[in-house]
Nanobody, 116 residues
Framework: QVQLVESGGGLVQAGGSLRLSCAAS????????MAWYRQAPGKQREGLAS???????NYADSAKGRITSSRDNAENTVGLQMNSLKPEDTAVYYC??????????WGQGTQITVSS
């Protein structure tokens, strides 16, 4: 199994930036895709970015241009850089992986609050 631990959340003013990190441990050899999701209060969880083991990155249209995700396969980490943050970016942000057997694992989530 894979365990995920996110870090880097917090309180930021609108227009500011934050970088989230996610460290994977356990059966990391099995990881295929690493991704970031978020869930705002009262809303469904939505995908933000994903990176395959080969480095192909996809971003959600809602955040494209303001986010960048990077992955370090040697360190088994994935990061999410977010810029020009808006109050509507307030949410719990989750790291997730899909392994080579298509099983998904979620991190515990980290809160980002953007004040206006």
């Amino acid at each position: 199994q894979v365990q995920l631990v996110e870090s880097g959340g917090g309180l930021v003013q609108a227009g500011g930036s934050l970088r989230l990190s996610c460290a994977a441990s356990g059966s990391t050899f099995s990881i295929s895709t690493m991704a970031w999701y978020r869930q705002a209060p009262g809303k469904q969880r939505e995908g933000l970015a994903s990176i395959t083991s080969g480095g192909t990155t996809n971003y959600a249209d809602s955040a494209k241009g303001r986010i960048t995700s990077s992955r370090d396969n040697a360190e088994n980490t994935v990061g999410l850089q977010m810029n020009s943050l808006k109050p509507e970016d307030t949410a719990v942000y989750y790291c997730t992986i899909v392994d080579r057997c298509s099983r998904r694992t979620w991190g515990q989530g980290t809160q980002i609050t953007v004040s206006s």
